[in-house]
């Protein structure tokens, strides 16, 4: 079972792109959702989250007011709203599935069910 990631592409820098994560076809128990990034020769690193069941969420620091975490629970899709983008947002954006207990966690060890990914590139 994988979620899958889509809507990447490149745009110039202050631009805006959404991407989407939904399942791979089977349903996936999901007690929150959460996007991470990884740009070439560095660790993936948290995005944002969100519980499933309710609209708590949380933010990197270098994202808080650029980009917001929408979710559509009768698609099961999660979304990544993304504005104001900047050179330092290029990456291999992936969305995991929070596992139980771990609270919107802001560490990869957090989530399972990772999909391949979606590129993201922001020119300057």
């Known amino acids: 079972v994988q979620l899958v990631e889509s809507g990447g592409g490149t745009v110039q820098a202050g631009g805006?792109?959404?991407?989407?994560?939904?399942?791979?076809?089977?349903?996936?128990?999901?007690?929150?959702?959460g996007w991470f990034r990884q740009a070439p020769g560095k660790e993936r690193q948290f995005v944002a989250a969100i519980a499933w069941l309710c609209t708590t969420s949380r933010y990197a620091e270098s994202v808080k007011g650029r980009f917001t975490v929408p979710k559509d629970n009768a698609k099961e899709t999660l979304y990544s709203e993304m504005k104001n983008l900047k050179p330092e947002d290029t990456?291999?954006?992936?969305?995991?599935?929070?596992?139980?207990?771990?609270?919107?966690?802001?560490?990869?060890?957090?989530?399972?069910?990772?999909?391949?990914?979606t590129q993201v590139n922001v020119l300057s």
Do not use: I
Request: hydrophobic share 25%; proline share 0%.
């Open 16 to 33: 805006s792109m959404r991407l989407s994560c939904g399942n791979s076809g089977e349903n996936v128990r999901t007690y929150a959702r």
């Open 91 to 117: 990456a291999v954006y992936y969305c995991g599935a929070g596992q139980r207990g771990r609270n919107l966690d802001d560490t990869v060890e957090g989530y399972a069910d990772w999909g391949q990914g």
